[in-house]
Each structure stands twice: as C-alpha cells, then as structure tokens.
C-alpha cells in the first residue's frame, strides 16, 4: 500500500501541509476561506519543530500492526484490506484511547471533542490523494509504496 | 478442529480474528449469555450519553459472523466444563464439543453484604448493555440516585445519568474518587469538576444498611433515594474454569500463550491473569486494549499457531463531560509536575525510564508517553528535556526519526 513518508531534511517547517490537510477537509472552495474557522476544524497532520532547525510532518503511519485498532473499544477504527486505518464517525465515542496508545502522535480529538480524527489519505474528501502531499512545495511529504 | 469460545466481547471477538489468521476452515461456535452482537462494554455509559446510536455500537461490522463463518449462540448461558469429555454444556440442556476452548467471560460485579439490599426495589449494576437499558427505563427527572462506588464504572454511569436525573450522590470507601486510577491531586481536580456537575460524594464511607428508600452510612449519615446504581467492584468471572479444576488465582491463571492449566483450555481477557510490565508480576489487568491482546493471541494458539502475550501495562483513558484524563504505568519513582489549574501533569521517572504518567486536560500526543513506558526506553537516548515539556517526536535522535517516519511500521 502507498504510505506518507516524509524528509525531514527538506522540510522548513512552513506548516503548509497543515492548512492543506485542513482545507481538503473543509468542504470549502478556497482555503483562504479557512480564515477564521481556526478551532472549527482541524489539521489531520503535524509538524514538529525543534531549536535545530529540525521540523518534519506526521500524520498516521498506518501501521502493520495497528495498537489504536487493537485498543479502540468501539470498533471504530479498522483497517481496510488494503491496510489503510480508517476511523468511522458513527461508531466513534470519543474515549480517545487511540490519542493514548498512538506512538506518533498521529490520532487527536476532533475539534467538536466528540470523536477522534485522523488522516485516511484524503480517500474521505474529494481530493482523492493527499492533498499535503500534492502542495508541498519542497517535496518533504512524499506518498509511495510502503514496506520500505 | 471445533473452536468454542464461551463469551462474547472483545476477548472473543479478538480470538475469533487470531483463529482466522491462521485456520481459514476451523469450525467456530460462540457461547453468549447476551443476546446481542459483541460490543464494547465501555460504551454503556456513551450509549446513555447519546453519544452514539444503539445501532451503531457493535464492536464488528454485521457481516462480521458470517465473514469469518462463526457460530454465534445468542442467550446461551453456559454452565458448566467438562474437560474430560471437552464439552461445554449449556443451560438449554444441550452439549457443545470442543477441540479448543477460550474462556472470555469477563467479570461480573461484585456486591458485598448490606443489609436490606433484597428489599431495595430499583437496583442496577452497569456493566451490560441490558443493565444499561434497565437502569435508563428507571431514571426520570423526579429521582434520586444513590451510586454506590466512585470507580471508573460507578463514575461512567454518573456521567450517563446526571442530566437525566433529579440528583445523583456517589458513595465510596476510598477517601477520593478514581483511588485505583488516580493520585490525590489528580483526583480532587476531577471530584470538584464534577461536583461543578451537580454530582455529591460521600467519600470514606459505605452504605451499612438500607430501610425503605434510604441508606443508612457508617458514619451514621442517612441518605434518601429512589434508584440505587451498584458499581462497589467487579471480579473476574471464572466460576466455570474453577469448577472444571482449572487453577484460579484471583483470575484465570494462564501462561503467556494464555493456556490455562488445563489442557485445550485458554482464557483471555478481564477473566484471565496475564503480565503486567509495570507491576512486574502476573495480575489481572482489565482494561480493553489488554483484552484484545490477550483474545488474539489464545485464538493464533488454538489453531496451531505460536504468539506470545508479553505482557500488558496499564492505561486509561477516561472522559467525564468535557475533561480528559490519560493514566499510564505506575506512579513511583521521582515525579515531574506541571499543573496548572484544571491541567495536570506528572510524569513518574525510575531508574532512568518513563514508569507512568497521569495528564488531565491537555491530551495531545500523549500517546508518545505511552510508548515510552510499554517499550521501557532509556531516558539518556532521548531528549528528555524537550520530552519532559511536551510529548514530540523531535525528542528522539535522528536516527530513530527516521525509523518512525520514513520505514514501514
């Protein structure tokens, strides 16, 4: 399956990827339209950033393994046959056991609170591939095939 | 070969999946006292909340059973094991032979002795989804509740009942509430949010006798109610594993491809014992990820397969309206704490490593804590200071980065 991978060294830490990921998300016709909404919706996708000049994006691995499908008590997250983790919405509480057993980071509340959120490789949107990685302008999000 | 599975929760739907990994034909039957599809036992008090539709609570999707051609006997009770014959006999009066069995029985409440409690006409425990629906025909707004256990169930329900409900008053031994979850500090924090509710607590006290619609206290305190929730404790349900000769400790003794000590025989789940990284000892560990762990690990086993159960580590992840609260590990050692307000923060370091942490309020990335304290990372390959402020990936080397982000996980 194709994962996001990304290059840290190419990475500036411009969080481009983040207005992507919300805007793909956002069901809006421009992203400058996302002004405002900050808190009403929110990034699927994080950069870190440390006093080195270090900043890199994390969004879910889809791990092989998956602890968050393993630990969610509502059977809401799953993994497809392909190996993507998807989170379905209906059947989501908001217990965030995911956020607690996640190692990325890779899994938070959404913004109502009431259910967690999570990147499903904009296969849940319109855009059809990962809108973080189709704009980021210095290649440091990239989606390839996994098992690298 | 004829899989038998008595229970159906997590454990055994996990199990259910680990068999198939391995054994595509295997015939399997599932024993269920409920007489509904697997769901998550913690989602009673979220089914109550309204915050998700009944319909949407199974742990697997409907074509779930047919998919992996199980068995499912709904409202089936099981009564008794016998090994010899390595049958299951049901309450029905009828047999059900097995090749391999799991024992996913969970846990049933426990109530210790109080006088007059036969006579208290409106009583629930809150552990199934039946105890759930019971209890929510009940509840109206001219009603007193009275729980009876500020633990992790009793507290559930109150968040499931408070906006339903006249008043609820909570009473617990304990001198605080969450007492085997949280610390004090923690604990006041989230008793006050609470109180801020509308809900009361009695707190170092139980309930000696009921008479009438009141409950009589130790400490000679007398309160009025109309519904009584008990919630005192749970402890794991074995009686058939003991019956059949199985060694039981405080649960089902099971080795770490969650054998039992008899043969064919395995339990998974709040029923079973299992390791406990942070205790470092072999206790039972209830919480849900642990079961489906465990579950998936007996079911590669039965057919045939080799998986180790390595052990579990404590965690809890727990909502009340709208504060968080994440627990992990154990709490000792030396202790960082940030708090501030309704935010709480303590991270427990021993002997160089992450051993626990309770954060309430900020959630964030907390579960790059709990990697820290399930894998046992040395502190000294991290940088802990920028770790210690914020859980980040930044913290680890270069190296380790680049093992996160840029291979396959």
């Known amino acids: 399956m194709k994962r996001i991978y990304v290059k840290e060294n190419r990475c500036l830490g411009c969080r481009l990827c983040e207005w992507e990921c919300m805007y793909a998300n956002s069901g809006l016709d421009a992203m400058f339209k996302l002004k405002g909404k900050q808190g009403e919706i929110l990034p699927r996708i ?8 270090i ?94 | 070969m004829k899989y038998v599975i008595i229970g159906n929760s997590v454990a055994a739907t ?46 697997r999707p409907k074509e779930f059973y047919e998919k992996n051609k199980v068995n499912v006997m709904l409202g089936q009770r099981a009564v008794k094991i016998d090994a010899g014959k390595k049958a299951v006999l049901l309450e029905s009066g009828s047999e059900v032979f097995y090749d391999k069995l799991l024992i ?47 633990g992790l169930i009793g507290l559930k329900c109150v968040e499931g009942i408070a906006d339903k409900v006249k008043s609820v008053t909570v009473v617990d031994l304990a001198p605080r509430i969450l007492s085997s979850v949280l610390d004090e500090g923690s604990s006041s924090i989230v008793q006050k949010f609470l109180e801020e509710k509308g809900v009361n607590f009695v707190l170092g006290d139980s309930v000696l006798s ?89 079911g590669i086993n039965m057919a045939g397969g080799d ?37 709480y923060k303590k991270l427990f370091v021993k002997e160089g490593k992450l051993v626990g942490f309770i954060i309430i309020g900020d959630i964030r990335n907390v579960g790059i804590y709990t990697a820290l304290v399930r894998e046992g990372t040395p502190l000294s390959q991290i940088d802990w200071r920028i770790m210690s402020k914020c859980p980040l990936l930044s913290a680890y080397s270069a190296k380790e980065r680049d093992e996160k982000l840029n291979k396959g996980v």
Do not use: W
């Not at chain 1, 994080?46 to 000049?53: C, L, T």
């Not at chain 2, 025909?137 to 509740?145: D, F, G, I, T």
């Open chain 2, 210 to 298: 009921f008479y009438g619609a009141n409950a009589r206290l130790k400490s000679g305190k007398e309160l009025p109610f109309d519904i009584l929730v008990l919630a005192v404790g749970v402890r794991p349900e074995v009686s058939l594993l003991k019956e059949a000769g199985g060694e039981i400790n405080r649960g089902a003794v099971v080795n770490e491809r969650m054998c039992t000590s008899l043969p064919d025989i395995y339990a998974a789940g709040d029923c079973a014992e299992g390791y406990d990284k942070s205790a470092h000892a072999n206790r039972v560990l209830a919480i849900l990820p642990n079961a489906a762990f465990q579950g998936r690990c007996a």
């Open chain 2, 307 to 343: 998986d180790v159960f390595d052990g579990g580590t404590p965690l809890n992840s727990l909502g009340f309206f709208e504060l968080h609260i994440m627990t992990a590990g154990v709490y000792e050692g030396e202790c960082s704490e940030d708090i501030s307000g309704r935010n």
């Open chain 2, 14 to 59: 996990a199990c259910i999946e680990g068999i198939r990994s391995v054994d595509k034909e295997g015939e399997i039957t599932v024993v269920s006292a409920e007489n509904r599809p697997a769901y998550g036992r913690p989602l009673i008090s979220y089914i109550m909340l309204g915050r998700i539709a009944e319909q949407n609570a199974d742990y």
């Open chain 1, 46 to 53: 994080r950069v870190e950033d440390n006093p080195e000049d």
């Open chain 1, 55 to 148: 900043h890199f994006a994390v969004n879910c691995r889809h791990c092989k393994q998956a602890i968050c499908v393993k630990s969610c008590i509502a059977g809401a997250l799953s993994k497809t046959d392909e190996g993507m983790v998807v989170i379905d919405k209906n059947k989501c509480v908001g217990c965030f056991t995911c956020v607690l057993v996640c190692p990325y980071g890779a899994i938070m509340p959404a913004a109502d609170g009431k259910a967690a959120q999570k990147c499903m490789l904009c296969t849940d949107n319109d855009r059809g591939e990962p809108n973080c990685v189709k704009y980021c302008p210095n290649g440091a999000i990239v989606f390839e095939e996994g098992d690298l």
């Open chain 2, 104 to 150: 996913s029985t969970g846990s049933r409440p426990f109530v210790p002795p109080m006088e007059g409690l036969d006579k208290v006409k409106d009583k629930f425990s809150f552990m199934t989804f039946d105890d759930m629906k019971s209890l929510s025909l009940a509840l109206s707004e001219e009603k007193r509740v009275l729980v009876l256990g500020a």
